[in-house]
């Protein structure tokens, strides 16, 4: 079983509505956690950082939930320039410094 | 500022050439990763510096990977005797401590794509 495991997707979204999915962890001793956005061919981009009590960003909304292990991230009033693949990222001290990426959910925004 | 850059951005080669491949972290950053990402799949860890010392070079898949870091800045990956399944983009990130906290973000470079022929 991946450390991280993320739905692959496509979630087909339609301009302007609201999307979410999940991430699960299997390790309870996950630390730090992350959303990492990543363009088609680019490199990936921290999207931003997962609070225990959840956070807001604009637009995108991510959750935490450690007694089932998993985050999550919405994003509302999509945008075509949503279009791109959310990797959830975790660390873990024991892991040493390395981040352990999901891989990834894609969503594509249409018109 | 200047960010993470990466060098080349793409590389050829043939099967059992050795390839070098060079990253420049952001200026002041004591931690540097390197990474692979293989066509669909997610990213592989490599290799962690802090400072000029490797501590953790559990993701190096055979001992023809190395890697090196000078002067708290400048890696080196070093690819010896490649394979086809060494294709990949190999993107190197950087971060200002590398305590893994929410506050230290890692910032990638653009990557190299290396192709094995």
């Known amino acids: 079983r991946k450390e991280v495991e993320q739905d692959p997707g496509p979630f087909n979204v339609p301009e302007g509505a609201t999307v979410a999915f999940n991430c699960t962890y299997s390790?309870?001793?996950?630390?730090?956690f992350f959303w990492y956005r990543q363009d088609c061919r680019k490199e990936p981009k921290l999207l931003m950082s997962?609070?225990?009590s959840g956070n807001e960003d604009g637009r995108f909304t991510a959750q935490l939930n450690r007694a089932s292990q998993y985050i999550s991230l919405l994003i509302r009033d999509s945008k075509l320039s949503d279009s791109a693949t959310y990797l959830c990222?975790?660390?873990?001290?024991?892991?040493?410094?390395?981040?352990?990426f999901g891989g990834g959910t894609r969503v594509l925004v249409k018109p | 500022g200047a960010g993470v850059s990466q060098s080349p951005s793409n590389k050829v080669t043939e099967k059992g050439k050795d390839v070098e491949l060079r990253c420049d972290p952001i200026?002041?950053?004591?931690?540097l990763y390197w990474y692979r990402q293989s066509l669909g799949q997610g990213l592989e860890f490599l290799i962690y510096?802090?400072?000029?010392?490797?501590?953790?070079k559990s993701g190096l898949p055979s001992d023809r990977f190395s890697a090196e870091r000078t002067g708290g800045s400048v890696s080196t990956l070093t690819i010896q005797r490649t394979q086809q399944e060494d294709s990949a983009v190999y993107l190197c990130?950087?971060?200002?401590?590398?305590?893994?906290?929410?506050?230290?973000?890692?910032?990638f470079g653009p990557g190299t794509r290396l192709t094995v022929l």
């Open positions: 990130a950087s971060s200002s401590s590398g305590t893994g906290l929410t506050t230290d973000t890692q910032y």
């Open positions: 390790n309870s001793a996950s630390q730090s």
């Open positions: 997962v609070y225990s």
């Open positions: 990222v975790v660390w873990r001290r024991a892991a040493g410094n390395k981040l352990t």
């Open positions: 200026s002041g950053h004591t931690a």
């Open positions: 510096f802090q400072g000029n010392s490797a501590p953790d």
